[in-house]
């Protein structure tokens, strides 16, 4: 059985370059004895955990790579397959997949006692499963999430360049100066940012053609839907059809404000459906839901709900309403998707957002060229991101430049 497990751990790591890292890669702390790694699919998880594989241990008798839907896994399960190769080797055992095996956090949490000094990498696919899990993992381990890429990883892929981040308020105070050297260094960087709009939030963008691209990331979306979501025993009056006719609502939606009331009828659900709805897609990774900062996360009430990625209101519309997508959606989902995991984020009653960084609350309007100054006119601390233009002036901020911002 481990012989097996070698070939394909072998096989995988022949395909792992360690020319370009994901951000997360230096946050992580990889000493810790058990990390849990969720994100969406198609992120890079795999990946990431390889290249740290090379760089710490590049050696099998150390280390090995499983999946815990490979048909030996499943049969044997996650306990008994760790152990027979903790009967020889290892110091670390990395599962991807691991929601794939039912009740894993139990298998995991017994691992984690019986084997104190192992360590323990853990891939799963979105925090669906991770929240649902009977298995108490919470004080044994440190979990990280992985998001779609940002506009200056995009860039670093695909020019093999490495480039700076910058706190939001170095992009606020400094904003006219960082412009001028993107600008420099990518002579057609407003092309580079419609491109990673469309189809440049996930590492394979590199591989196929746009509209590979979007077949595989409307895969992507049947697997969440179909497998992630559907198999939750907690989940009642699930409809996948339903589901995803919501997803095209979101996708064609002139603005990302709902009234409940009517999308319950659109839909065919009753209210608490739909809530579930929302709270699952949320929790696949599939949407963002921004709340306004006084309202409780089980209100909707003035919430904005966007796409996670820009990359998925064209993936959903594609082919027929492509061209229909509504721009502004695009701008706030590529905003707020650069945002995640950085700076808190809420929905504003007098602008779009609400950015807290520190003790300062700032308003931040997103809009195209054009877009006046009318509606942050009168309020103390607050910006417009246009997108359209190369550089900046005063409280004018490029959009794109939102998407290098570095992590806290």
């Known amino acids: 059985m481990l012989n097996e497990f070698f070939s394909i751990h072998a096989r995988m790591i022949s395909k792992i370059s360690l020319n370009f890292k994901r951000h997360l890669y230096e946050i992580i702390n990889w000493d810790q004895r058990m990390i849990i790694i969720t994100g969406a699919r198609g992120t890079g998880k795999t990946t990431l955990v390889l290249q740290h594989y090379l760089e710490t241990y590049n050696d099998i008798k150390k280390c090995l790579y499983i999946s815990a839907d490979n048909p030996l896994v499943l049969k044997t399960g996650i306990y008994n397959?760790?152990?027979?190769?903790?009967?020889?080797?290892?110091d670390c055992l990395i599962i991807d997949e691991v929601h794939k095996q039912k009740d894993w956090s139990l298998e995991v949490k017994a691992l984690y006692d019986a084997y104190p000094d192992k360590k323990f990498i853990i891939l799963g696919s979105s925090t669906l499963?991770?929240?649902?899990?009977?298995?108490?993992?919470?004080?044994?381990?440190?979990?990280?999430?992985?998001?779609?890429?940002?506009?200056?990883?995009?860039?670093?892929?695909?020019?093999?360049?490495?480039?700076?981040?910058?706190?939001?308020?170095?992009?606020?105070?400094?904003?006219?100066?960082?412009?001028?050297?993107?600008?420099?260094?990518?002579?057609?960087?407003?092309?580079?940012?419609?491109?990673?709009?469309?189809s440049g939030s996930y590492p394979f963008f590199l591989n196929f053609s746009q509209n590979e691209y979007f077949d595989i990331l409307s895969n992507v979306l049947d697997k969440v839907i179909y497998e992630d979501i559907s198999t939750l025993k907690s989940l009642k009056s699930f409809s996948s059809l339903k589901l995803k006719k919501l997803l095209a609502f979101i996708a064609m939606s002139k603005i990302p404000l709902f009234n409940i009331e009517s999308l319950k009828v659109e839909?065919?659900?009753?209210?608490?459906?739909?809530?579930?709805?929302?709270?699952?897609?949320?929790r696949a990774e599939i949407v963002k839901i921004i709340r306004t900062k006084s309202r409780s996360p089980r209100v909707f009430k003035n919430s904005k709900i966007l796409f996670k990625s820009p990359n998925i209101y064209y993936a959903v519309a594609f082919e027929s309403w492509k061209n229909d997508v509504d721009r502004g959606n695009i701008r706030e989902s590529f905003f707020a998707s650069q945002i995640e995991g950085a700076y808190p984020l809420f929905s504003s009653m007098k602008t779009d957002f609400i950015l807290i960084d520190g003790e300062r609350r700032i308003e931040i309007e997103v809009g195209g060229k054009s877009k006046k100054r009318k509606q942050i006119r009168n309020l103390k601390d607050a910006y417009v991101f246009k997108d359209g233009i190369e550089i900046g002036f005063e409280s004018s901020i490029p959009l794109y430049l939102a998407g290098f911002l570095t992590c806290l």
């Open 81 to 90: 397959t760790a152990s027979e190769y903790f009967k020889y080797h290892g």
């Open 129 to 198: 499963n991770i929240l649902y899990e009977k298995g108490d993992l919470s004080r044994r381990c440190v979990k990280y999430s992985l998001q779609p890429l940002s506009f200056r990883e995009y860039l670093e892929l695909k020019y093999q360049k490495q480039l700076h981040g910058f706190s939001f308020s170095q992009i606020l105070s400094d904003h006219t100066s960082i412009c001028g050297k993107l600008i420099s260094q990518f002579k057609t960087i407003l092309g580079d940012f419609n491109n990673f709009l469309m």
């Open 267 to 282: 839909i065919g659900v009753s209210k608490d459906t739909l809530y579930e709805y929302f709270n699952l897609l949320d």
